[in-house]
């Protein structure tokens, strides 16, 4: 198994793989160009946006600044929209359904590291996947955790460390996010 597809397993993996490291900096590359395209220049950010991620809807928009780790392992619906800032790093897939908002600073992980320090010293680390459904608004500065399974029509509230799945029409907030209103 290569170290590409033992990430995308949520295996122990190397990121100093040759072949992710050419993912990485191609990535890097890409958004390093994004993030200095005039705003005022739609057609140029959707046109790179979608060469950066895996594969998105026709209707695209993200607010420059924007990082992440690979790109291609992003896939997002039909009207998603990040706003400033957004980082979402996909050593493994990062999956984000259609009608989606995320406002400034959201920080989505797939990306971990062992528990065992033996471990986090040999430069391995873990991915596991984040699914985000359909109709989803996060708030401000609201981070997802790997291995997370949001709903459709769920709304996350600022600052929400959102560290467990959760259903469909809740809003949920806090640190670790709870339910707070079922809608």
């Given at each position: 198994?290569?170290?590409?597809?033992?990430?995308?397993?949520?295996?122990?993996?190397?990121?100093?793989?040759?072949?992710?490291?050419?993912?990485?900096?191609?990535?890097?590359?890409?958004?390093?160009?994004?993030?200095?395209?005039?705003?005022?220049?739609?057609?140029?950010?959707?046109?790179?946006?979608?060469?950066?991620?895996?594969?998105?809807?026709?209707?695209?928009?993200?607010?420059?600044?924007?990082?992440?780790?690979?790109?291609?392992?992003?896939?997002?619906?039909?009207?998603?929209?990040?706003?400033?800032?957004?980082?979402?790093?996909?050593?493994?897939?990062?999956?984000?359904?259609?009608?989606?908002?995320?406002?400034?600073?959201?920080k989505i992980f797939s990306a971990t590291?062992?528990?065992?320090?033996?471990?986090?010293?040999?430069?391995?680390?873990?991915?596991?996947?984040?699914?985000?459904?359909?109709?989803?608004?996060?708030?401000?500065?609201?981070?997802?955790?790997?291995?997370?399974?949001?709903?459709?029509?769920?709304?996350?509230?600022?600052?929400?460390?959102?560290?467990?799945?959760?259903?469909?029409?809740?809003?949920?907030?806090?640190?670790?996010?709870?339910?707070?209103?079922?809608?």
């Amino acid at each position: 198994m290569t170290e590409r597809e033992k990430s995308l397993a949520g295996e122990l993996y190397s990121p100093a793989d040759p072949e992710l490291r050419k993912l990485h900096l191609r990535a890097r590359k890409l958004f390093g160009k994004y993030n200095k395209i005039d705003p005022s220049n739609d057609k140029k950010l959707n046109k790179l946006i979608k060469k950066i991620f895996g594969s998105t809807g026709e209707k695209v928009h993200v607010q420059p600044p924007f990082y992440c780790d690979y790109g291609i392992n992003i896939s997002v619906g039909e009207n998603f929209f990040a706003n400033y800032g957004c980082i979402i790093l996909d050593v493994n897939r990062v999956t984000i359904g259609k009608n989606c908002m995320l406002a400034p600073n959201v920080k989505i992980f797939s990306a971990t590291h062992p528990v065992r320090a033996e471990d986090r010293y040999n430069g391995v680390e873990y991915g596991f996947p984040v699914t985000i459904g359909d109709n989803c608004w996060i708030g401000g500065g609201a981070i997802i955790n790997p291995g997370v399974t949001i709903g459709n029509n769920v709304v996350v509230g600022s600052g929400s460390v959102v560290t467990k799945n959760f259903g469909d029409n809740v809003v949920i907030a806090g640190n670790p996010a709870k339910i707070i209103k079922h809608l």
